[in-house]
């Protein structure tokens, strides 16, 4: 609603857009999406564009229209081919791209999220202690990870400490329960011990409360 009226105020879009935007809480764009802006305000997690099985056209429209109008977006399942040929194009289509936006690129997770280099993301408190079992667990962690960050949420890792070894994941949990953890994301793709473990471990009470 915020970015609505001062679009308004700085007469960016006229009475009769802002009006529509406000009744519709979502962005049509080109008549191939409609971009949810206010999923934050109403949900408390932004939209996340997903490029896996997007057309390229369908893929950068909807990228460029939502960072001129809101200044953030957060992409997923995108990978370094394509990131890199939208960063191209991006720089190409809006003046000034490289002065005025932050890239932060997330190769691993296969993931990128662009902002404006004033947008500032909303702390929401909150701590997650992110596990995996092995190194091939990594990726979609670490794709977790970069949702959690754009989300205003802390992040603690602690990566290849599966069940198998279990002198590697006692002290990991120790540290984190000191950290007042609130949440466990535990990535275990062929080792579906690990998060039952993790869960039933003895933590102490104040973070048992909290979880």
């Known amino acids: 609603m915020e970015s609505i009226l001062k679009d308004l105020y700085e007469r960016r879009i006229t009475p009769e857009e802002a009006k529509r935007l406000l009744e519709s809480g979502y962005l049509d764009i080109h008549g191939i999406a409609k971009f949810d802006f206010m999923r934050q305000s109403r949900c408390g997690i932004p939209e996340i564009v997903i490029s896996e099985g997007k057309d390229y056209e369908y893929l950068f ?6 960072l001129t109008k809101w200044g953030r977006v957060i992409i997923s399942r995108c990978e370094a081919e394509r990131s890199q040929k939208l960063l191209e194009d991006l720089k190409k289509g809006i003046d000034g791209f490289d002065s005025d ?25 909150g701590i997650i202690g992110l596990i995996t079992a092995g190194t091939s667990d990594i990726p979609v962690a670490l794709e977790a990870k970069m949702m959690a960050v754009e989300n205003g949420i802390e992040v603690l890792e602690a990566f290849d400490v599966g069940v198998a070894g279990l002198h590697r994941l006692v002290p990991v949990i120790k540290e984190m329960s000191t950290r007042n953890v609130d949440v466990y994301i535990v990535c275990a793709g062929r080792e579906g011990t690990l998060p039952s473990l993790v869960a039933g471990m003895d933590l102490p009470p104040a973070v048992r409360r909290r979880s």
């Open 61 to 66: 429209n909807i990228v460029y229209t939502t």
């Open 101 to 125: 936006f932050d890239v932060l690129e997330h190769e691993r997770a296969h993931g990128m999220v662009i902002r404006k280099k004033d947008f500032e993301v909303p702390r929401s408190g």
